[in-house]
C-alpha cells in the first residue's frame, strides 16, 4: 500500500496558534529521532543502535513481557528537508517506510507531506482494512504535528 497526504503546518484561521518555523518544525520532527516515545502510542523503549551522520539506526520495542514485539528501523534525513524512517519485515511487523518532507515554496506555506509505503496489499477483501489504516495514519500525523507544536512551545521556540 502506498499512502501519501500533506498537512499545513500553520493555519491562518487559528490566529491563536504560534506561527511555526521551518527551523523549528526541523527541530519537534528531529525529536521523534531522539525521543520516539513521545510520538509512538504504546513504545517501552528506544535504543539508538549505530548513527552516523546521515542514518541512525534504532531498536524500538513495544509492550513487555510475550507480548512485546521489537522493531529494528534506519533513519535516514536531510537536515530541514526532510525525514524517512524505514523497517524490514518481520514475523511481529510488515515492514515498510514513512518518508516525512517539509514542503515550502512562494505558493505553498510550510507544510508536512507524509508518504507511507507498507507490504499491505490495498485491494481486494482488504481494501476496508487499508482504509482504515490510512486513517489510523493521518490521525497519527496529526498527533504528531499536535507534539510538535507542544513541544516548541514548551521549550519557547
Keep these: 500500500m502506498q499512502f501519501d497526504h500533506t498537512l499545513p503546518v500553520n493555519n491562518p484561521d487559528c490566529p491563536d496558534l504560534p506561527i511555526l518555523t521551518r527551523r523549528g518544525l526541523w527541530h519537534g520532527l528531529w525529536q521523534r529521532v531522539e525521543h520516539p516515545e513521545l510520538f509512538l502510542p504504546g513504545l517501552v523503549s528506544a535504543e539508538i543502535i549505530s548513527r552516523t551522520p546521515t542514518l541512525i539506526t534504532r531498536r524500538l520495542t513495544f509492550g513487555e513481557g510475550e507480548n512485546a514485539a521489537e522493531i529494528i528501523?534506519?533513519?535516514?534525513?536531510?537536515?530541514?528537508?526532510?525525514?524517512?524512517?524505514?523497517?524490514?519485515?518481520?514475523p511481529d511487523h510488515p515492514g515498510g517506510s514513512l518518508t516525512i518532507t517539509l514542503e515550502e515554496n512562494e505558493t505553498t506555506p510550510l507544510?508536512?507531506?507524509?508518504?507511507?509505503?507498507?507490504?499491505?496489499d490495498a485491494s481486494g477483501e482488504a481494501a476496508p482494512y487499508a482504509a482504515y489504516i490510512k486513517a489510523a495514519y493521518r490521525d497519527s500525523d496529526l498527533e504528531t504535528l499536535a507534539v510538535i507544536r507542544s513541544l516548541l512551545l514548551e521549550a519557547g521556540m
Design 73 to 90: 528501523d534506519r533513519v535516514s534525513f536531510a537536515e530541514e528537508a526532510w525525514i524517512s524512517f524505514t523497517t524490514d519485515p518481520t
Design 111 to 120: 507544510s508536512l507531506n507524509f508518504a507511507y509505503r507498507t507490504t499491505l
